[in-house]
Nanobody, 117 residues
């Protein structure tokens, strides 16, 4: 059983920065990809950024150039550096890891990010 523990959320002003981190409760084997999703009230959960086990990254158009996803393989963590934050970035952010040949998903509990002046 894998648990993902997220941290780093909070309140920030527009233009500010936050760094979200997600740590696995134990070493995860056969990781296919690690991602960050977000869900704003009344909206569907959307993919924000992904990094594969090979290091390939992908970003939603809305965050390109502002967010950076990174993975520390040795520490079993994935982070999301968020710069130039906008009010529309306000959401609950979820860490996601897909594992194994069947891409079994694990989810973090979610961490609130609020961008407001």
């Amino acid at each position: 059983q894998v648990q993902l523990v997220e941290s780093g959320g909070g309140l920030v002003q527009p233009g500010g920065s936050l760094r979200l981190s997600c740590a696995a409760s134990r070493t995860i084997f056969s990781i296919n990809a690690m991602s960050w999703y977000r869900q704003a009230p009344g909206k569907e959960r959307e993919l924000v950024a992904t990094v594969t086990s090979g290091g390939t990254t992908n970003y939603a158009d809305s965050v390109k150039g502002r967010f950076t996803i990174s993975r520390d393989n040795a520490k079993n963590t994935v982070s999301l550096q968020m710069n130039s934050l906008k009010p529309e970035d306000t959401a609950v952010y979820y860490c996601n890891v897909v594992v194994g040949r069947n891409y079994y998903p694990y989810w973090g509990q979610g961490t609130q990010v609020t961008v407001s002046s």
